[in-house]
Every structure is written in structure tokens, then in C-alpha cells.
């Protein structure tokens, strides 16, 4: 995704080229039908007991799609909230720190998530 | 030229109040409310991998008003991201920058959205009623 000139030049200020911005709009792609799956998902579980709404997630296409959705999810926020932090926190060291800890924190929800929809899928 | 007195941007109170800069801002702001809502996302899914204790109580207090007002503003920054982020890729393909199609845009992001929203809540309580 990025001219031959920048290729040649190293990728830019950021030395990442146009990876973030990719990544970025890829995930969003794949949001779009995971979002509305999820949507429509939640909406025919509303007050349904905790038993029905397992076996549920239990079912290998709807396990499959929970762990998709949350790992797209994860990586499309933490590079959203990233351009936040850089646009808006200007201490260089508070940028840093947030920054850390906002990325570590993103990596162990999503993992969390992940963890749960295995837990269910295998009925552990 | 030292860092302090380089030329700066207007700031946001110089430009006229736009739909356009609306729509900017509140994707950033309905992006960070769906990154707390996450949240809820992998709490739920631990608690459905509990033993069903802790699944109710969060049922509880989703059904609680101040739960399902946090639930009607995420479902509202859902389908508004979700609009507006096509509205963004149709840009980044490099179509719809003139003006008035901007506009146009920007006014059917925010009916879809609204629509969307309103839709959502009425399958659920029908959901609910079954």
C-alpha cells in the first residue's frame, strides 16, 4: 500500500509505511459482518437463561465467529485508541505509558475473550 | 524557528459548526465508548463460561435502567461506527468527496444509525416478550 518512492525511502516518518492505515481498514472490513452477526446474536439471547445462551456459544460456527469477533475487535480498537492517545497526550513520557498500557491491556482482554469461548466450546 | 512560534492550525471555534465535523468527531468518541464497551464483550463471555451465578447477576444489572441506558448508547455507537466506517471506506475507494455528496452522506449515516438503534430495541423487547 505504499508508492515505490516510499519503499525506497524506508517507509516514512513513522518507519511502519501504510501498515497501520491497512490493518486498520482490513479490520474494519471484517467488523461489518461480525458487528451485525453479533448484533442479531444478542438480541435473540436477550433474557434467555444462562444455559440456553452457552450452548449457544458452545456450537462450533458460533464459537469460531465469537473468537473472530473479538480478535478483530481488539486490534481495530488498540489502533483506534492509539491515533487517540498519540492526538491527544503530549507529555512524551505519559504518551509512552498510556500507550503500554493501553496495547498490553487491549492483548489481555482479547485473550480473556478467547479464552472463555474455548472454555465453552470445549464445555470445560 | 523554535517549536513554539511555528504557524498553528485554526483552532476548532474559528471554523462554522459543520455536520461534517460532527459526524468526525463522533466517530472518534463512539469508537472510544465501544472500546470500554469491549469490556463488557469478554466480561460476558466469562461469565457464560462460569458456572451461571455470576451470568445473572450481570443479566441483572443489564436489565437494570442504568444498565440498559449503558446498552441503548452502545448499540447507538455501534451502528453509527459500523455506518460511518463505510462512510469511510467509500472515501478511502475514493468516491463521495464533494461537497453536497458529503452532506448527503453525513445526514444518511446519522438516519441509518438512528433507525438501526431504534429497530434493535424493538427485536429485543419482541425477543424478551417470547
Redesign the interface.
Known amino acids: 500500500m505504499s508508492t515505490p518512492l516510499a519503499r525506497v525511502r524506508g517507509l516514512g516518518s513513522a518507519r511502519s509505511g501504510a501498515d497501520h492505515w491497512w490493518v486498520q481498514r482490513l479490520t474494519a472490513i471484517a467488523l461489518v459482518p461480525l458487528s451485525l452477526w453479533f448484533i442479531w446474536a444478542v438480541i435473540a439471547l436477550t433474557g434467555e437463561a444462562h444455559a440456553t445462551a452457552r450452548a449457544w456459544a458452545a456450537e462450533p460456527f458460533n464459537a469460531v465467529m465469537l473468537v473472530v469477533l473479538v480478535i478483530a475487535t481488539f486490534h481495530h480498537a488498540q489502533l483506534g485508541l492509539q491515533v487517540v492517545i498519540e492526538d491527544y497526550v503530549h507529555h512524551e513520557g505519559a504518551k509512552i505509558a498510556s500507550l503500554v498500557a493501553m496495547k498490553f491491556l487491549s492483548f489481555v482482554l482479547a485473550l480473556a475473550g478467547v479464552f472463555a469461548v474455548v472454555r465453552i466450546a470445549l464445555g470445560s | 524557528m523554535t517549536a513554539s512560534n511555528r504557524p498553528l492550525s485554526p483552532h476548532l471555534q474559528i471554523y462554522r459548526w459543520q455536520w461534517t465535523m460532527t459526524l468526525s468527531i463522533l466517530h ?1 468518541a463512539t ?2 465508548a ?2 470500554v464497551g ?2 463488557l ?2 466480561c460476558w ?2 461469565q ?2 462460569g458456572d ?1 451465578g455470576g ?2 447477576g450481570l ?1 441483572d444489572f443489564l436489565g437494570s435502567w442504568f444498565g440498559r441506558l449503558l446498552l441503548f448508547g452502545w ?1 447507538f455507537s ?1 451502528f453509527f461506527h ?1 455506518c460511518n ?2 462512510r ?2 467509500v472515501w ?1 475507494a475514493g468516491y463521495g468527496y464533494e461537497l453536497d455528496t458529503a452532506y448527503a452522506s453525513a445526514i444518511a449515516v446519522v438516519a441509518a444509525s438512528g433507525v438501526l438503534t431504534v429497530l ?1 430495541w424493538i ?2 423487547y419482541m ?2 416478550g417470547n
Open positions: 472518534r469508537g472510544v465501544l472500546s469491549a469490556l464483550l469478554v463471555l466469562l457464560l463460561a451461571g451470568y445473572r443479566q448499540t455501534l459500523l466506517g463505510i469511510h471506506l478511502d434493535a427485536a429485543g425477543a424478551m
